[in-house]
């Protein structure tokens, strides 16, 4: 597995750029690439409405640049709607999509306008008697996905043999299901789990909809579509691992608006750390090297998400020696990387993290009080600078 490359120090002077005008540690966000993720995903599921899943990065640049795009957002909190909010999207095009919430968290989306919510259990559709009138729901269904490094149908949504007892239980109190979701897993290896969800669900969708007075409209198909995490230029050809699904889909009825709700393959390639050397020591056979950022900040997502970030370092010399990076807190956990072969580097040398949108400063910490790395969005519009450009053709 390729995690670490080497370039002269030559390219990194954009880098040192950005840290000279910002300071370091800093969270690069490029809305150009966000843009092309955006643009790639769309194509690869023409007629998808696609709901940014905001978890996966909460900056407001982000969520500006998906809704000049014209994006639709999933929403999980009271404090995601107060982005959204902020950033003047439009509330019919969101869903919220947490499984389990408390009344406060309903009535914040809908006094938003959010009206398209997800349930997956008895308890949590009683919730709604009282706002029957005002919402539309879809039963999340479970498909387990043990392949994916993150199963998320272990804590949320129900067997598929237990919807029709919801469908029934919603009909006698007068709520309004309008559809099925389920999510895959994160980050798939492939979309086998997302075609065995399309066909259970299609098949309870048409039972549904022949049995009852009304009918069910929408399947949401969730999150899932994978980025490369090695090497360091490698990427996910979207419209092949989407072929499947897209196979999957043709065979559903038309009427049925079909949404999806990627978070991962449109915020990972958008954001690059730079973290500085902020000292080093010789410890038996190898050298330690320590950043200004670490697991307990943007490369948090090593613990909770199970990635592992491709990494670039600068150097004009040939020889390597084993090493190790760690993060700044006083805790032994926080490394970064172990047994890598590195040139020698000074302190303040840069070391750059790839593929860093999703799930990385969304769940980084104050741990130790060290200050966490700072968001620079860069080609936000139009008149972009040339060293930001320059940035990414240096990596690119
Ligand atoms: C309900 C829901 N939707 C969407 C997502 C986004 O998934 P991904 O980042 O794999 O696209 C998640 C991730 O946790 C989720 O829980």
Redesign the pocket.
């Known amino acids: 597995m390729k995690r670490l490359t080497v370039k002269t120090i030559r390219e990194a002077a954009p880098y040192q750029q950005l840290v000279a005008e910002h300071g370091s540690p800093l969270l690069v966000l490029d809305c150009d690439l966000l843009t092309q993720q955006y643009k790639k995903l769309s194509s690869a599921l023409p007629g998808v409405e696609l709901?940014y899943?905001i978890?996966?990065l909460p900056h407001p640049a982000a969520i500006d640049t998906l809704h000049q795009l014209g994006a639709s957002f999933?929403i999980?909190t009271s404090g995601e709607i107060e982005l959204l909010r902020e950033q003047r999207a439009e509330p019919r095009h969101t869903i919220h999509?947490?499984?389990i919430k408390r009344d406060r968290d309903i009535r914040d989306a809908l006094r938003f306008g959010c009206t398209t919510f997800?349930i997956d259990n008895i308890y949590e559709l009683e919730k709604f008697v009282d706002y029957r009138h005002r919402v539309g729901l879809l039963v999340?269904v479970s498909f387990p996905n043990p392949d994916s490094p993150?199963d998320?149908s272990r804590k949320?949504g129900c067997r598929p043999d237990e919807v029709e007892m919801l469908l029934q239980k919603a009909n006698a109190l007068g709520i309004h299901v309008k559809g099925l979701?389920f999510?895959a897993?994160?980050?798939?290896p492939d979309a086998s789990n997302h075609v065995r969800a399309i066909e259970a669900c299609g098949e309870i969708i048409h039972r549904y909809n022949e049995q009852s007075s009304r009918s069910m409209a929408i399947l949401d198909i969730?999150?899932?579509?994978?980025v490369e995490y090695v090497g360091d230029t490698a990427e996910v050809d979207i419209d092949r691992f989407c072929a499947p699904i897209r196979a999957a889909l043709a065979t559903l009825p038309e009427h049925l608006h079909i949404i999806a709700?990627?978070?991962?393959?449109?915020?990972?390639p958008s954001m690059e750390a730079v973290s500085r050397v902020m000292g080093k020591a010789r410890r038996g056979e190898q050298v330690w090297y320590y950043l200004d950022d670490g697991l307990y900040g943007s490369y948090s997502g090593q613990l909770f998400d199970h990635a592992l970030y491709p990494l670039t370092v600068f150097s004009d010399h040939d020889e390597r020696e084993a090493a190790v990076i760690a993060g700044p807190t006083c805790d032994s956990i926080d490394v970064i990387a172990e047994d890598v072969e590195l040139p020698s580097l000074n302190i303040g040398d840069l070391v750059i993290g790839h593929q860093m949108g999703?799930?990385t400063s969304a769940s980084a910490t104050d741990f130790n009080l060290f200050e966490r790395a700072t968001i620079v969005a860069i080609n936000r519009d139009t008149e972009s600078d040339s060293a930001t450009n320059l940035l990414h053709l240096a990596y690119r």
């Not at 897993?185 to 798939?188: F, V």
């Not at 969730?222 to 994978?226: E, L």
């Not at 709700?261 to 915020?267: A, D, I, Q, T, W």
């Open positions: 709901f899943a978890k996966s999933d999980a999509t947490h499984p997800v999340r993150v998320l949320f979701s999510h897993g994160s980050q798939c969730g999150g899932g579509f994978p709700e990627p978070g991962r393959y449109l915020s990972a999703a799930y």
